[in-house]
């Protein structure tokens, strides 16, 4: 339980919070039209923490021009709150703001049996906006309680595009001086990432440490009630350091010092459903063969070596495997598209193959550096050998610069430059 008095005080300091974000200019972002606020469907925006999810939200509703009430449960003050709570918290709302029908509530997840009382207000024709930083948590949860009253949104850390909007970088002009200004931008924003906040707080790894050790003790411990916390964190950590990787889950546990490779895998889970870590299946045409040797990328390119003792190199070449595959997933998912990995039996690999239901319609390579013939060949023939499998002819390879069309056995590959395929509508 948490006193009245409190709720009151943090609901009005949140108001006033509201009210200065006014006479800000915030980063506007494409998700944003994904958000229905005509729905009464609960809309649903998940992905891991200081993203820009409350951000998005204000946005879409500012954008609206409708009168709404806010509460944010990612508050100390709020540590204790419970169910037979949340109606004291709509209370409280309509105190200070009112009447409304439309309710944004951030960080919801934190407080147990939230999923009753969001369902309760949809009966009620309140069209309302939910905020997480996990993705059982709000999937299970929903599908299971909602009975389907809501749509699901992932946001991640700012895209290359939002990058550019914030630094003023221009990218449409085809000049020299405007790609010379994109390929600055890009060296930039390919060793320090997309978390917003960063591209304003000078002390990185402060600001990453403080992230990473919220995720792993506030959104994972706590919740799932962690018994060997040590080995966790370690295996946390570990998998930062090594991304992009394949897992196997025995090796992991003998890493860390866990005994059982079931719980290894229970850890793993736990860092994709906070949004840590990105899981990559394998593509394959039978389901076993796709549930197995899965692939793990960090969320964000800051948690390869933003971390203190992180003892990570520049690594350019996973930086920009990672980029691209953040960026797929933002391009794809919306549109019920889904991403594996490709590699056959004589060993050949694809970094991407974009799928719709059965039918491959994209493979992509990624490449740092071609510029040695053998890495070239390298890579060309891992396209080529995906091609032959799946039957799609959309070839591409990402690079940092380099940029051609070719014709291989009448297969058209284009070479893109990461700075330019990252901006392309």
Not at 25 to 49: F, M, P, T, Y
Not at 220 to 247: D, G, S
Not at 395 to 421: Q, V
Request: with cysteine; charged share 30%; glycine share 6%.
């Amino acid at each position: 339980m948490v006193d009245k008095r409190v709720i009151e005080q943090v609901l009005a300091e949140q108001y006033e919070e509201l009210v200065a974000l006014q006479e800000v200019d915030l980063c506007a972002r494409k998700e944003e039209d994904e958000v229905n606020l005509d729905s009464h469907l609960a809309q649903v925006i998940i992905g891991v923490r200081r993203s820009g999810k409350s951000t998005l939200c204000y946005n879409a509703l500012k954008a609206k021009g409708v009168k709404f009430a806010y509460a944010n449960f990612d508050d100390e003050r709020f540590k204790d709150m419970g169910t037979s709570d949340l109606n004291t918290v709509l209370e409280v709302l309509y105190k200070v703001y009112g009447d409304f029908k439309y309710l944004f509530l951030d960080e919801i997840q934190n407080v147990d049996g939230w999923h009753l009382f969001v369902n309760r207000l949809l009966r009620q024709r309140m069209h309302i906006i939910v905020t997480g930083s996990n993705a059982k948590l709000l999937s299970g949860e929903l599908a299971t309680h909602l009975t389907g009253r809501n749509d699901q949104i992932e946001l991640y850390p700012f895209s290359f595009t939002d990058w550019c909007h914030i630094k003023g970088v221009d990218t449409k002009s085809m000049t020299t001086k405007a790609e010379a200004a994109r390929r600055a931008a890009f060296d930039e924003y390919i060793k320090q990432g997309g978390f917003p906040e960063l591209m304003w707080d000078k002390n990185k790894t402060r600001y990453i440490d403080n992230l990473v050790k919220n995720i792993l003790k506030r959104d994972i411990e706590q919740r799932h009630k962690i018994k060997y916390k040590e080995a966790f964190e370690q295996l946390a950590h570990h998998l930062m350091n090594i991304a992009p990787v394949t897992i196997v889950e025995k090796d992991l546990a003998a890493v860390v010092g866990l005994k059982s490779n079931h719980t290894a895998n229970n850890y793993i889970g736990f860092l994709k459903e906070a949004y840590l870590m990105l899981g990559l299946k394998k593509f394959a045409t039978k389901s076993r063969q796709r549930v197995r040797s899965e692939k793990i990328y960090p969320v964000d390119v800051a948690f390869m070596d933003g971390r203190q003792d992180a003892f990570a190199g520049d690594n350019l070449g996973w930086r920009l495997e990672t980029i691209v595959y953040v960026e797929l997933l933002r391009r794809n998912r919306p549109i019920n598209r889904d991403v594996y990995y490709f590699k056959n039996a004589s060993g050949y690999e694809a970094d991407f193959v974009v799928c719709k239901y059965n039918r491959v319609e994209e493979i992509y390579q990624v490449s740092y550096d071609i510029s040695k013939e053998k890495t070239r060949k390298r890579e060309l023939r891992g396209l080529m050998a995906a091609s032959a499998e799946t039957g799609c002819n959309n070839l591409y390879l990402i690079t940092d610069f380099e940029r051609e069309s070719l014709t291989i056995e009448g297969k058209p590959i284009e070479i893109i430059p990461a700075y330019d395929w990252l901006i392309e509508k």
